[in-house]
């Protein structure tokens, strides 16, 4: 388990990327649909009760939100779809703003999906990870509130939703998740220190073309 998350703290909300922090350093955001209980997953995985607002109603997250781990990496909570009871302008306003993040934000390494494991793989989640796979973007899954199914059930659900991204051309990581039973605090910690640390060797690589080119 990394410890350096623990240490995450709330740094601004933005209506629109023009808005966000300077694009520099790395990203990692999670994506999920309303009530599929991404809050609760940041909260669990920086141990902080409140870093991330949890409500029981779907939709409040309707703001890109940034939270710095230090000076060069950070967390990005993208606005929940498909449950909020609001109006359809409300909704595509949403949609573009998550669209316009994932394609122009050039410090985003990798994404948390988030999927409730009762309700895996919705419309909105294939187009989650159609969006990534055309950013080369690395995807770890979790399917949260495991504690819902018996053992035996949610592992087979991992096993289903596994064998159907086969179909993508791209590697895509998932894990069962409980954010109230604390279940895969540890593995996701894993993913997000792998997915840091491929943004950290990719830039020392450009770094590295960099300097040879000017010798």
Excluded at 57 to 82: A, C, H, K, M, W
Excluded at 205 to 214: E, H, R, V, W
Aim: neutral net charge; hydrophobic residues 45%; glycine residues 4%.
């Amino acid at each position: 388990m990394n410890p350096i998350y623990h240490q995450a703290k709330f740094i601004s909300s933005a209506p629109h990327i023009r808005y966000a922090p300077i694009d520099a350093g790395s990203e990692v955001a999670f994506a999920g649909r309303s009530n599929a209980g991404k809050s609760s997953a940041i909260n669990m995985l920086t141990r902080q009760n409140a870093l991330a607002r949890t409500s029981k109603t779907p939709g409040r997250t309707q703001l890109l939100n940034f939270f710095e781990i230090n000076e060069s990496q950070r967390f990005v909570d993208l606005p929940g779809y498909g449950f909020a009871k609001v109006p359809l302008a409300v909704k595509k306003d949403w949609h573009a703003m998550m669209e316009m993040y994932l394609a122009q934000r050039e410090s985003l390494c990798g994404i948390i999906l988030v999927m409730d494991i009762r309700h895996p793989l919705t419309d909105f989640d294939w187009q989650m990870l159609e969006w990534a796979q055309h950013r080369e973007l690395a995807v770890h899954i979790l399917l949260t509130k495991a504690d819902k199914l018996n053992y035996g059930v949610a592992k087979n659900t991992l096993l289903a939703v596994q064998k159907e991204l086969a179909v993508l051309n791209s590697t895509v990581t998932l894990q069962l998740f409980s954010a109230l039973k604390k279940v895969g605090m540890d593995e996701v910690h894993v993913a997000i220190d792998r997915l840091f640390a491929a943004a950290k060797d990719q830039s020392e690589t450009i770094n590295s073309m960099a300097l040879a080119d000017g010798e």
